[in-house]
């Protein structure tokens, strides 16, 4: 069974960065699409950013296209999110997850899920 743990959820003031970390062990797809989903209090889950391990391809939503960047390591499984000119907007708890399907689009579904790290950004 697949394990994520995520890490590097922090507080931090508007225009900063921080990055997140999701190691990721006993993952037995071959392909396979993992992704970061966001969720703040009171609103539904929002696909942030998503990377296909097949050929490296990444999307992004809307809101953090630009300010965020997602990759991941294939030799250790570890996937990155770093993310840059922080808002009050993207406060939420993050969520590393996987998939078995290739991601076209981001997406709130996925296989399996860590628990999360929060990310404050204060004004």
């Known amino acids: 069974q697949v394990q994520l743990v995520e890490s590097g959820g922090g507080s931090v003031q508007a225009g900063g960065s921080l990055n997140l970390s999701c190691s990721a062990s006993?993952?037995?797809?071959?392909?396979?699409?993992m992704g970061w989903v966001r969720q703040a209090p009171g609103k539904e889950r929002e696909g942030v950013a998503v990377?296909?391990?097949?050929?490296?391809?990444?999307r992004y939503g809307d809101s953090v296209k630009g300010r965020f960047t997602i990759s991941q390591d294939n030799a250790s499984g570890t996937l990155l999110l770093q993310m840059h000119d922080l808002k009050p907007e993207d406060t939420a708890m993050y969520y590393c997850?996987?998939?078995?399907?290739?991601?076209?689009?981001?997406?709130?579904?996925?296989?399996?899920w860590g628990h999360g790290t929060q990310v404050t950004v204060s004004s």
């Open positions: 990377i296909n391990n097949r050929d490296g391809s990444a």
């Open positions: 006993s993952i037995t797809y071959s392909d396979y699409c």
């Open positions: 997850a996987i998939d078995r399907y290739y991601c076209l689009l981001v997406r709130t579904d996925f296989d399996a």
